[in-house]
């Protein structure tokens, strides 16, 4: 049967909380065994995408279809569905008793016998890591710990979809990696079909086979995440994974897929060239990530298709890496090695070298921007 491709089918998704629409015309379909992360910034709607998946919400308008069959208002087979279904909310609640319990209650709300249990329990708390701990007291736990138990009772009941909202969030980042280690694995084993909402873009990146951008209740993009990364289809989602550099532009040229694009606003005169089939006269953003801006001394002969001369404007340091603001006539952000940045001397006033190939820029239409 070609729907059993499709695990998850949504489509014309509507929701409203009272009279705000918080979801509008949201389809997707999720494979069976794809992993699939839902990014977007803060109340663009995940977690109550999940909701509705987890069947805990039923949506204003749309259906679901849940392993070639629609989902029913209520009753009997809805209830089925659901058991094949784990929720792991982003801040897991645990009832007042031991690890063992907590991990252990779902297999009891099924009937399962105790000796059947206590090998589910034993064997799935030592994939999370945590064999050792089963008698201590789930409230006591470190957020990590916390998160692998709720990993662990939901995988206990052998769920074939699993629903995680922000798993790393409020983590430190080698709890969050041991996470995201984990979620691997169960992908890799399982082949659980897996959703996951996060606002952390590179989690998506990393874990999920396709990724969606949610922006404001509308899922504005779905595609693999080199696709989203490099070419997101607005503004919008631009700004969202990372392109710092938008730059509104106006194409006066193009000649054999490379097009020559004039900055709107600012001095006259500066192109960018971008790899583009744009045709002259289209309104456009040239998008640059700015770990693809490179910087060097004015004394340096540049090869590289755009090349500009500017002054720093300023530098901030985070962990390995610096983020430089150079005012080249327009301001244009670059992300270098603080080695780099060491190297070069930068700091505020120096003048320098920006370069970027015409490979790197990604021309979005303005006129397509919302
Ligand atoms: N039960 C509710 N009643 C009313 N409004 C709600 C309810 N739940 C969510 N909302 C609103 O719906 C919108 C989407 O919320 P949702 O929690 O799905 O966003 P989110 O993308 O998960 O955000 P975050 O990244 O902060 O977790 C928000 O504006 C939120 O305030
Ligand atoms: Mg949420």
Redesign the pocket.
């Known amino acids: 049967m070609s729907q059993s491709s499709s695990m998850i089918g949504i489509t014309g998704l509507t929701h409203s ?2 009279t ?1 629409e ?1 979801l509008k015309d949201v389809s997707l379909s999720i494979a069976r065994g794809e992993v699939f992360a839902l990014i ?12 509705i998946i987890d069947l805990l919400e039923t949506p204003t308008s749309g259906e679901i279809i849940f392993d070639g069959r629609p989902v029913p208002q209520s009753g009997r087979q809805r209830l089925e569905m659901r058991r094949r279904i784990s929720f792991i909310h ?1 801040k897991p609640q645990f009832f007042d008793s031991s690890v063992y319990d907590n991990v252990a209650c779902g297999l009891r709300w099924r009937g399962e016998k105790e000796d059947v249990i206590s090998n589910k329990v034993r064997s799935i708390l030592e994939i999370v890591e945590l064999n050792g701990c089963d008698g201590r007291d789930a409230r006591t736990l470190s957020g990590g710990e916390a998160q692998r138990v709720a990993l662990a009772r939901a995988l206990v009941l052998e769920p074939e979809v699993l629903l995680l ?2 798993p790393t969030a409020n983590l430190d980042p080698v709890s969050g990696a041991k996470i995201e280690r984990l979620i691997q694995n169960i992908a890799g084993q399982h082949r659980t079909t897996m959703i996951m ?1 996060t ?1 952390d873009m590179s989690q998506g990146q990393q874990l999920a086979d396709r990724i969606g951008v ?1 922006i404001e ?1 509308r899922l504005v993009q779905t595609g693999d995440a080199t696709c989203v990364f490099r070419s997101p289809r607005s503004e919008e989602v631009a700004g969202f994974v990372g392109m710092e550099n938008i730059i509104e532009c106006i194409i006066v040229a193009n000649k054999d897929g490379i097009a020559t694009a004039a900055i709107a606003r600012g001095p006259e005169a500066l192109m960018i060239e971008a790899v583009s089939d744009h045709p002259k006269g289209k309104e456009v953003y040239a998008c640059i990530r700015p770990e693809d801006i490179t910087l060097a001394p004015v004394t340096h002969q540049s090869s590289a298709r755009n090349s500009f001369q500017g002054m720093v404007a300023n530098v901030a340091s985070s962990g390995p890496l610096s983020r430089v603001e150079v005012d080249c006539g327009f301001p244009l952000i670059a992300l270098v090695t603080r080695v780099s940045a060491d190297e070069l001397g930068l700091e505020m006033g120096l003048p320098v070298v920006a370069d970027f190939k015409a490979t790197a820029v990604h021309i979005i239409e303005r006129s397509t921007d919302r």
């Open positions: 909380y009272g705000r918080v977007g910034p803060t109340g663009a709607g995940k977690t109550t995408v999940l909701r982003q909202d922000e909402a606002h949610l209740g």
